[in-house]
T-cell receptor, first 116, second 116 residues
Framework: AQKVTQAQTEISVVEKEDVTLDCVYE???????LFWYKQPPSGELVFLIR??????QNEISGRYSWNFQKSTSSFNFTITASQVVDSAVYFC?????????????FGAGTRLFVKA | DVKVTQSSRYLVKRTGEKVFLECVQD?????MFWYRQDPGLGLRLIYF???????EKGDIPEGYSVSREKKERFSLILESASTSQTSMYLC???????????????FGPGTRLTVT
């Protein structure tokens, strides 16, 4: 089965705290893509990152970093020194040949509240 | 920048009306998608299209149809709107992808449809 699990429904932090959003996936594919998207209160989903399954290097972009561990089927997202503008719903997603080729499976999302 | 536009941000229709939701992308993407997003249910795929005049059912196609006459435009049609179709509708597009799956999706701002 192809599945993406974001066990954290909501997380609340105070500004400047670090926060990690968890993502665990299941797939039969040997090669696949993993993604993170952000949906701010305005509603428009914004693509953040794509990771190919054969590339396990961690990635850092400013305050954002992603930790991909194939051995545990996890693709976690860390925001360092969180800011109020980071408040949003974050979705982890999976695409692979067995998800139907063109389809993407989204997790249920994690709502992050960052308080000033 | 990829731009995906949707014809309306907010729409109010009456039960039984035929409703057209239009989506246009300007990046020559092969894939286009329609999702609905409801609280607690996440993103659910209604239909997608990987080429002009091609369409595939998603997870919840009942009560909907689609049309893709031009590469840049993907329309969602509610043949006879019902109150259960009150929702946020999101359009997205992406490049075709390969054997690792579909590439990242770029989303429009969404249309919040209310059926009374």
């Amino acid at each position: 089965a192809q599945k993406v699990t974001q066990a954290q429904t909501e997380i609340s932090v105070v500004e400047k705290e670090d926060v990690t959003l968890d993502c665990v996936y299941e797939t039969r594919d040997t090669t696949y893509y993993l993604f993170w998207y952000k949906q701010p209160p305005s509603g428009e989903l914004v693509f953040l990152i794509r990771r190919n399954s054969f590339d396990e290097q961690n990635e850092i972009s400013g305050r954002y970093s992603w930790n991909f561990q194939k051995s545990t089927s996890s693709f976690n997202f860390t925001i360092t020194a969180s800011q109020v503008v980071d408040s949003a719903v974050y979705f982890c997603a999976l695409s692979g040949f067995n998800t139907g080729g063109f389809k993407t499976i989204f997790g249920a999302g994690t709502r992050l509240f960052v308080k000033a | 920048d990829v731009k995906v536009t949707q014809s309306s941000r907010y729409l109010v229709k009456r039960t039984g009306e035929k409703v057209f939701l239009e989506c246009v992308q300007d990046m020559d993407h092969e894939n286009m998608f329609w999702y609905r997003q409801d609280p607690g249910l996440g993103l659910r795929l209604i239909y997608f299209s990987y080429d002009v005049k091609m369409k595939e059912k998603g997870d919840i196609p009942e009560g909907y149809s689609v049309s893709r006459e031009k590469k840049e435009r993907f329309s969602l049609i509610l043949e006879s709107a019902s109150t259960s179709q009150t929702s946020m509708y999101l359009c997205a597009s992406s490049l075709l992808g390969g054997t690792s799956g579909s590439y990242e999706q770029y989303f429009g701002p969404g249309t919040r449809l209310t059926v009374t």
